[in-house]
């Protein structure tokens, strides 16, 4: 499987960043993986935005989450993100990945993220 | 809050055999069970080296490995090469409401 980001490179204060992953190699629609985004400011480790399933349901870093919407068009094999009125802290590498992980017998979730994009470097600024 | 707790370098010579640690720290650490590590050149994305804790994906060396004792997970690089020189990262998914972690990183020096 292949994952590619597109979308904007520079972004003004205030505005929504847009961003998409493209999907090839597999059908999001027939795996049972969670899709996620994960920025890193240079410098700094990745940190997790979110991920969405192919249902559409979508969950979100609680610091992150009164910004930012992760949706996916099955019909696409793409998933996309939202963030909403973006400062300079958010300029940072932006990389879709896959979860490759499973829920056990018992329950527990057993994740990883298997393939990720090549990264898109994002900057705010006026 | 959750996090990860790495040193943040570990220096070894060729052929010698280094160990990251990581170990989980504040809420809920008894969530981040299964943690997975990651490899980062600059300029490029990260790449698994380690899941489940002790599971290798294909194409990936050998001579890295993973372990756990307690709550504390380890990387282990053995006959350490110059190649090996980047920037590791463990992460672990904890559930709600942190969902995922990631550790601060360990910059790996090849003497």
């Known amino acids: 499987v292949q994952l590619q980001e597109s979308g904007p490179g520079l972004v003004k204060p205030s505005q929504t960043l847009s961003l998409t992953c493209t999907v090839s190699g597999a059908s999001i629609s027939s795996t049972t993986y969670f899709w996620n985004w994960i920025r890193q400011p240079a410098g700094k480790p990745p940190q997790w935005i979110g991920h969405v399933y192919k249902t559409g349901s979508a969950d979100y870093n609680p610091s992150l989450k009164n910004r930012v919407t992760i949706s996916i068009d099955t019909s696409k094999n793409v998933f996309s993100l939202q963030m909403r009125s973006v400062t300079a802290t958010d300029t940072a590498f932006y990389y879709c990945?896959?979860?490759?992980?499973?829920?056990?017998?018992?329950?527990?979730?057993?994740?990883?993220?298997?393939?990720w994009g090549q990264g898109t470097l994002v900057t705010v600024s006026s | 809050q959750s996090a990860l707790t790495q040193p943040a370098s570990v220096s070894g010579s060729l052929g010698q055999s280094i160990t990251i640690s990581c170990t989980p720290t504040g809420d809920g650490i008894g969530n981040h069970k299964y943690v997975s590590w990651y490899q980062q050149n600059p300029g490029k994305a990260p790449k698994l080296m380690i899941y489940?804790?002790?599971k290798r994906p294909s194409g990936v060396s050998f001579r890295f490995s993973g372990s756990k004792s307690g709550n504390t997970a380890s990387l282990t690089i053995s006959g350490l090469q110059a190649e090996d020189e980047a920037d590791y990262y463990c992460s672990s998914y904890g559930g709600s409401p942190t969902f995922w972690v990631f550790g601060a990183g360990t910059k790996v020096t090849v003497l």
């Open positions: 990945a896959r979860d490759g992980g499973f829920f056990d017998d018992r329950g527990s979730y057993h994740g990883w993220f298997d393939s």
């Open positions: 489940d804790v002790t």
